[in-house]
């Protein structure tokens, strides 16, 4: 039979997100943590920029300098070649199942609370989708996104998440 490419996590997906400024360590990547208390809303999250969720983003000085979403899918070992689509302003680091799978304008090495996106994301950056080919694989049944997106400088005037997932079966 032919391969379809199946969309598994579309852009403007519902996701939990934690957007209280807190460091959450890294328990929160992992598929079996729970996330319920977490408040949730459809992608594109953020503040400061046209989004269909808003984030508290508290005044200048209180701002979070990481934010925090997941959302879970149903999978199966027989989807191979997984493609993110990702929107970040301004840095982002994705996990699968609680494995680090791509990182989008962020440093090399250890990732966290308070690390710093390489750069600001400006102007047309600022609407653009990436699209990053994983190596990753799917468990069969629930599988979960984890995506921390950080931001530049804590004064930043916004910030932006969405994302999509798509495979071939």
Do not use: K
């Amino acid at each position: 039979p032919a391969r379809v490419t199946q969309t598994l996590v579309p852009l403007r997906s519902t996701w939990r997100y934690h957007d209280l400024g807190q460091n959450l360590g890294t328990a929160w990547r992992g598929r079996t943590y729970d996330d319920r208390t977490w408040r949730s809303g459809a992608g594109p999250l953020g503040y400061g920029d046209p989004v269909t969720t808003l984030l508290r983003a508290g005044t200048t000085a209180t701002r979070a300098n990481t934010c925090y979403f997941r959302t879970s899918f149903l999978g199966s070992t027989a989807h191979t070649d997984l493609t993110l689509r990702l929107r970040r302003d301004d840095g982002a680091v994705v996990y699968l199942n609680g494995v680090e799978v791509a990182r989008s304008n962020m440093p090399t090495g250890t990732i966290s609370f308070g690390t710093r996106a390489l750069s600001s994301v400006n102007d047309a950056a600022e609407t653009a989708i990436l699209t990053i080919p994983i190596s990753a694989r799917l468990i069969e049944g629930t599988n979960v996104i984890a995506v921390e997106v950080h931001q530049f400088q804590q004064a930043s005037s916004d910030l932006t998440f969405d994302l999509s997932l798509t495979a071939m079966r």
